[in-house]
């Protein structure tokens, strides 16, 4: 995980996470914030959670991500972690249930299928 800006760790599994440069006021103000902690609810294959963060939706921000996808989901306010089909997807793509500003990307987010389906878990996110 040298690599990674992110540790993100769910359950006591920790997973390295990289910046994206697409929404860069929202990285800002949650890379302000960290470390933040949470109990995260699950949302089909996403788990989300609220954050000490508010900035609106930046222009490119979609509901359609690519799995490995950490994003904040100004509704919430909540950072969200996709890594597979949601109650809104239409295929196996994950889909949030609005739009959402995508801030960094999982190295790996295959840890997180196996999590219990509809369990919720204890995240963790920190500068590396």
Known sequence: MSESDLVVTVDGTEMGAS?????????????????????????????????????????????????GAVAYWPQGPALCLFWGATPASSGSEPRAASPVNVVARLDDPSPLSTLPSGAGATVRVVKH
């Open 19 to 67: 910046w994206v440069s697409e929404s860069p006021e929202t990285r800002r103000a949650l890379a302000d914030a960290l470390p933040v902690e949470g109990q995260a609810a699950r949302w089909g294959d996403e788990l989300y959670f609220d954050v000490p963060v508010d900035v609106d939706l930046e222009p490119n921000a979609r509901a359609e991500v690519e799995p």
